[in-house]
């Protein structure tokens, strides 16, 4: 041990450990491929956010293909619009003493545009074209502070501390879709998306370290970090909407599997530990993979009360068991973990819009159910005694969203804004690992640890567009 650090540094990432005996690996491969991967991303336009996205059987707005590529066929009128936010997040983790951290971004959230064609003399009577972009900021930071009931002896009598454990993500991931809509004898609106998709972030992760004797602090990355990607992916989608009558309209859609290619860069110990606390080498390696994300299907639900009120509901299946890593044979612990610890998983949103003249009043609520199976491992305590323990909503839990919003149509130019609240608990598993510092010295810790984390995340957001 030798590395004195003057503070912990913001690092994080992934989880490179085993679950004891059972030849799983929580790692960044399956962990990451369902949480940065699989999610889908939470922006859009200020409407879109405003009713909690619940917009699949109503349509019309530029982002309403993000549940239902109909919905462009829904337009009636062209429309171009960007939108620009503010996007925070404020984390506690509790392992023994909590610790809090938060930190803002400012984004271009949105932009895309909608050209509407008509037909007129023909039942097919309107085609539209849309492109959109959405972006969404993943930067996440979690800490944990000194421990004094967790310590480690040596051979030479000195005694350590549990001195902290950091982890770090930033990055952001995106899509840009290219969409096509038509429309039935106003009844029956059809879409297709083509989507382009992106996920680019680094992460870190790093453990502390404290000589009782000396009172120095020493830090350890996690063997495998730090630890950076960008995966870039193909996607399509298909949906519908019937107009039953004047006031209910059905939707469904289909969104296909990513098909992603992933450049990693990565630094590893490549198992050179030695008998003397060291390693013989600590370098970046790169290489790629391929990576298949599930895809989801979509029933709405919509209702449109005369000129002033709409409300809309969307449920969504997500299929994220059909998430895999390829080449199999080089990630088969990854492959089983998501074989036997995901689960496909439900999304429920509700939204409504009442429009006063030209002032709108928009809400919504999203629940996303978590996509892991409850896991049984030994983990230990804040006092590092260990028992085998079912842990629930580990790596990521429920996510509930609230979402209020305002527009205001000035005839043609419009402003809309929007404010979502979203929170989830969960388990942060930590341990179980190899750590090293930049002089190529390292340390095991043996025991799994499971810090909870309760995470809140902030997103103001304002559009403005015009419609022609």
């Given at each position: 041990?030798?590395?004195?650090?003057?503070?912990?540094?913001?690092?994080v990432g992934t989880m490179a450990f085993?679950?004891?005996?059972?030849?799983?690996?929580?790692?960044?491969?399956?962990?990451?491929?369902?949480?940065?991967?699989?999610?889908?991303?939470?922006?859009?336009?200020?409407?879109?956010?405003?009713?909690?996205?619940?917009?699949?059987?109503?349509?019309?707005?530029?982002?309403?293909?993000?549940?239902?590529?109909?919905?462009?066929?829904?337009?009636?009128?062209?429309?171009?619009?960007?939108?620009?936010?503010?996007?925070?997040?404020?984390?506690?983790?509790?392992?023994?003493?909590?610790?809090?951290?938060?930190?803002?971004?400012?984004?271009?959230q949105q932009f895309g545009g909608t050209?509407?064609?008509?037909?007129?003399?023909?039942?097919?009577?309107?085609?539209?074209?849309?492109?959109?972009?959405?972006?969404?900021?993943?930067?996440?930071?979690?800490?944990?502070?000194?421990?004094?009931?967790?310590?480690?002896?040596?051979?030479?009598?000195?005694?350590?501390?549990?001195?902290?454990?950091?982890?770090?993500?930033?990055?952001?991931?995106?899509?840009?879709?290219?969409?096509?809509?038509?429309?039935?004898?106003?009844?029956?609106?059809?879409?297709?998306?083509?989507?382009?998709?992106?996920?680019?972030?680094?992460?870190?992760?790093?453990?502390?370290?404290?000589?009782?004797?000396?009172?120095?602090?020493?830090?350890?990355?996690?063997?495998?970090?730090?630890?950076?990607?960008?995966?870039?992916?193909?996607?399509?989608?298909?949906?519908?909407?019937?107009?039953?009558?004047?006031?209910?309209?059905?939707?469904?859609?289909?969104?296909?599997?990513?098909?992603?290619?992933?450049?990693?860069?990565?630094?590893?110990?490549?198992?050179?530990?030695?008998?003397?606390?060291?390693?013989?080498?600590?370098?970046?390696?790169?290489?790629?993979?391929?990576?298949?994300?599930?895809?989801?299907?979509?029933?709405?639900?919509?209702?449109?009360?005369?000129?002033?009120?709409?409300?809309?509901?969307?449920?969504?299946?997500?299929?994220?068991?059909?998430?895999?890593?390829?080449?199999?044979?080089?990630?088969?612990?990854?492959?089983?973990?998501?074989?036997?610890?995901?689960?496909?998983?439900?999304?429920?949103?509700?939204?409504?819009?009442?429009?006063?003249?030209?002032?709108?009043?928009?809400?919504?609520?999203?629940?996303?159910?978590?996509?892991?199976?409850?896991?049984?491992?030994?983990?230990?305590?804040?006092?590092?005694?260990?028992?085998?323990?079912?842990?629930?909503?580990?790596?990521?839990?429920?996510?509930?969203?609230?979402?209020?919003?305002?527009?205001?149509?000035?005839?043609?130019?419009?402003?809309?804004?929007?404010?979502?609240?979203?929170?989830?608990?969960?388990?942060?598993l930590i341990g179980g690992s190899d750590?090293?510092?930049?002089?190529?010295?390292?340390?095991?810790?043996?025991?799994?640890?499971?810090?909870?984390?309760?995470?809140?995340?902030?997103?103001?957001?304002?559009?403005?567009?015009?419609?022609?």
């Open positions: 041990m030798k590395k004195i650090i003057v503070s912990l540094c913001a690092l085993a679950q004891q005996g059972t030849g799983y690996d929580y790692n960044q491969y399956s962990t990451n491929a369902i949480n940065l991967y699989s999610q889908d991303i939470n922006s859009g336009n200020a409407k879109y956010i405003g009713v909690g996205g619940a917009v699949g059987a109503l349509g019309s707005d530029i982002n309403s293909v993000e549940q239902n590529p109909a919905g462009l066929g829904v337009a009636i009128n062209s429309e171009v619009q960007i939108t620009a936010g503010v996007s925070t997040f404020s984390n506690k983790t509790t392992f023994g003493t909590s610790l809090k951290e938060n930190d803002s971004n400012f984004d271009f050209f509407v064609f008509n037909n007129e003399g023909s039942k097919w009577n309107r085609f539209s074209v849309g492109v959109a972009y959405i972006n969404q900021r993943l930067d996440n930071f979690s800490s944990i502070g000194t421990n004094e009931g967790i310590k480690f002896g040596n051979d030479n009598g000195d005694t350590w501390t549990f001195g902290g454990y950091i982890k770090d993500i930033e990055g952001y991931k995106s899509k840009f879709s290219l969409n096509f809509g038509s429309t039935y004898d106003d009844k029956l609106y059809v879409g297709a998306g083509l989507n382009f998709h992106e996920t680019n972030y680094t992460a870190y992760e790093q453990y502390g370290e404290r000589n009782d004797k000396t009172n120095q602090m020493y830090a350890y990355n996690l063997d495998g970090s730090p630890y950076s990607e960008i995966g870039q992916g193909f996607s399509f989608s298909l949906g519908a909407i019937y107009k039953v009558n004047h006031n209910v309209r059905l939707g469904a859609a289909y969104h296909s599997p990513v098909w992603y290619n992933v450049a990693e860069d990565y630094y590893s110990a490549n198992n050179s530990f030695n008998d003397n606390g060291t390693v013989n080498n600590y370098y970046m390696y790169s290489s790629d993979y391929d990576m298949t994300r599930g895809g989801r299907v979509v029933g709405s639900l919509g209702f449109v009360v005369g000129k002033n009120l709409s409300l809309g509901a969307d449920y969504t299946y997500h299929m994220n068991n059909e998430t895999k890593l390829k080449p199999s044979t080089n990630f088969a612990a990854s492959n089983n973990f998501i074989n036997d610890f995901v689960k496909n998983s439900s999304e429920a949103r509700v939204g409504a819009e009442y429009r006063i003249d030209r002032f709108k009043v928009r809400a919504g609520y999203n629940y996303v159910a978590s996509p892991y199976e409850n896991i049984n491992l030994d983990v230990a305590n804040e006092n590092n005694v260990v028992s085998n323990t079912s842990l629930t909503k580990t790596f990521m839990g429920d996510i509930n969203r609230a979402s209020f919003g305002l527009g205001y149509d000035f005839g043609g130019f419009y402003v809309d804004a929007a404010y979502q609240y979203q929170t989830q608990k969960y388990k942060q750590y090293v510092d930049s002089d190529n010295y390292f340390v095991t810790l043996n025991n799994t640890y499971a810090p909870e984390v309760k995470l809140n995340n902030n997103l103001f957001l304002l559009t403005v567009g015009w419609q022609f």
